[in-house]
């Protein structure tokens, strides 16, 4: 029984936490979760450019190392292919030992790629990822938390109920409540004795397409560190559906560069711990 547990700790994970479900709720779907994670990584990790040439550099060390380099990129694919079709956690920053060697591999593509120098194009090639890590820096700097400070002075004395990651201001905080879904259940008798709720993507995205769900998000059941309940409200909230809830403000991430673009579509915003954040008048 204890290697069961043990195989079992490191293929499927857990079915339940604190939170609700574990990571083994997405069942057979942690597949195609993992096979689109690994690529959006590179993707957002390396830019566009980069992993056009990913290709290229395979078949040029294939050609030109033969065995020596599969050899060496033996401990990459291994892992690879256990991030593919075993991890049952898959942050993203689990795929980071990839981009060493996926870099590398763009390298060697660009080079054989380039048989006459070419400033034109090189500069930027690597204009693109200095952009990109400017984008993704600027964020935490623009952080949409900071557009609460003047909205709690226009509010000083509102009751407020949060989520994780709101992190309202000190000096409110007093007014402030952790937000449980079981508020709004029923005659949502604790939800209504607040004036506001203020929920934060990085904790309402449990119930929509992310690194964790992957992109099939219809069976609620198989949502990762939620439940059904726990879903079926923020996804109501956040459409503006929900009876208890009026829509009042929205403070979002902002990106140009096409990767984050493209994830924020998809995936939500990339970002750890910065997201976007939407206000909610309580009415009767």
């Not at 992993?51 to 040029?60: D, E, N, W, Y």
């Not at 590398?104 to 048989?115: I, S, T």
């Not at 998000?217 to 059904?228: I, M, Q």
Request: charged share 20%; proline share 8%; net charge positive.
């Amino acid at each position: 029984l204890m290697r069961i547990d043990f195989v079992a700790a490191y293929t499927t994970g857990g079915t339940s936490s604190r939170f609700g479900s574990g990571y083994a709720a997405i069942g057979w779907n942690k597949w195609l979760r993992n096979l689109v994670n690994l690529p959006a990584v590179l993707l957002v990790g390396l830019g566009i450019p980069a992993c056009l040439f990913i290709p290229a550099g395979l078949r040029v060390i294939s050609r030109q190392l033969g065995r020596r380099a599969w050899l060496s990129l033996a401990p990459l694919s291994a892992f690879a292919l256990y991030m593919a079709f075993v991890a049952p956690v898959t942050y993203y920053r689990h795929y980071l030992a990839l981009l060493p060697g996926a870099a590398l591999l763009a390298a060697a593509g660009l080079h054989a790629g380039l048989r006459a120098p070419r400033p034109w194009f090189l500069l930027p090639f690597f204009m693109w990822p200095a952009l990109l890590a400017l984008d993704l820096v600027s964020d935490y700097h623009r952080d949409p938390r900071l557009e609460l400070r003047p909205w709690y002075q226009r509010h000083p004395q509102a009751r407020v109920l949060v989520s994780y990651y709101v992190s309202p201001p000190p000096q409110f905080a007093r007014h402030n409540r952790l937000f449980r879904p079981e508020y709004a259940a029923g005659e949502a008798t604790l939800l209504r004795q607040a004036d506001y709720l203020i929920l934060s993507e990085n904790w309402y995205d449990t119930a929509f397409a992310n690194e964790l769900n992957g992109p099939r998000v219809g069976d609620f059941a198989r949502l990762v560190k939620t439940t059904p309940e726990y879903a079926r409200f923020y996804r109501e909230a956040v459409a503006g559906r929900h009876p208890r809830l009026l829509p009042e403000e929205a403070f979002e991430v902002s990106n140009f560069m096409p990767e984050l673009r493209l994830h924020r579509r998809w995936y939500g915003t990339f970002q750890l711990f910065v997201g976007d954040l939407r206000i909610f008048r309580v009415v009767d």
